[in-house]
């Protein structure tokens, strides 16, 4: 049995209970609506985390890059890749899955159809497609509906894809579920008129897809959407507990530090910094600070350089003693998990489990 006292630091470590209940808590909402919880993978990584979701019933796995599609093929046999196929190597690297997969692409222009087709066709297998709408985030995502038929169309004429559906990311959802209504009307008000276009150019609309952690509660009151993809909510992290779309005790992940310094009066300093934490702010709101103490909520790393991260303690009556130790909720825990190769599974103050975190990077590509 190891203690967590054990572990050397930084680490990243993951509160079982928490993690378990955040996934069960996820499927059950989805049962309950009857949505497709097609989880997006980004957030872990991890080929465990994810036969885990499809074991609590996920229709699928969202991915966003090849090298995490592969990975995830040994786990799901439902994958889309939610992120424009473009340019020959991506397409080609998306084509050569493993034939038993169901692969579905999310796209918004002909040159992404022509490349995942032309793929597609070399490696002899089908692709559906799902062209995405640009709903208000403004990233990717076609805004005019006219323009979206046309790319569906495109994908119907092809000979290797088919049109799937439609997809759109609520990413400029961000303010507390209970703020949400006037943006998840609008969401709703933006995919009947879509959905009708569609329909009125001879294109059934099958699959909408859509989702967020922030929103992850209300999907339900979006109507249209038949499948979502969360990612956060596997751990959650503190911009989803700061904007209230979860509580603190549901945030799984933390990084464990030893307090390294005391020496300059007025603060400390943790072996975790910028890589270990990353240097993301809380999105989507004011919060200060690059993480926030789990056991001392009231103190947050004021700055970090490459390995140390400098609390600021004004606002709190705890004395930290070098060599004791602390755990970090991150701002985005997307990025901490990147960081890392493993993650340790914890449950009290008892390392239960570790995982590889195998989809980080992006896999080995040959060079010629
Ligand atoms: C296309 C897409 N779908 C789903 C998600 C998951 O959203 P969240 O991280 O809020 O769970 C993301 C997140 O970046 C995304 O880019």
Known sequence: MISLDALETPALVVDLD???R???RAAAYAATHGLGLRPHVKTHKSPRVGAQQMALGAVGLTCATPYEAHVMSEVCNDILVAYPPVGVARAARLAALPAGVRLTVALDSPRAIDDMARAADTAGRRVGVYVELDLGMHRVGLPVVDDAIAVAKQARAAR???FAGIAFYPGHVREAPELQDDKLRALSDSLADAIARFKRAGVDVSVVSGGSTPTLWRTHEI?????FRPGTYVYNDRTTAVIGACDWDDCAATVLATVISTAVPGQAVIDAGTKALGREPVRGTD????GQLLEHPD???ARTSEEHGVLDLSRSSWTPQVGE?????????CIVVHLNDVVYGVRGSVVE????VVARGRGERVMA
């Open 18 to 20: 928490r993690m378990e």
């Open 22 to 24: 955040n996934l069960s």
């Open 160 to 162: 290797s894809l088919e």
């Open 223 to 227: 109507e249209g959407v038949t499948e």
């Open 287 to 290: 919060g200060e600070g690059l």
């Open 299 to 301: 103190v947050v790393v």
């Open 325 to 333: 130790r602390v755990r970090v909720i991150p701002n985005h825990v």
């Open 353 to 356: 489990t570790s995982w590889e």
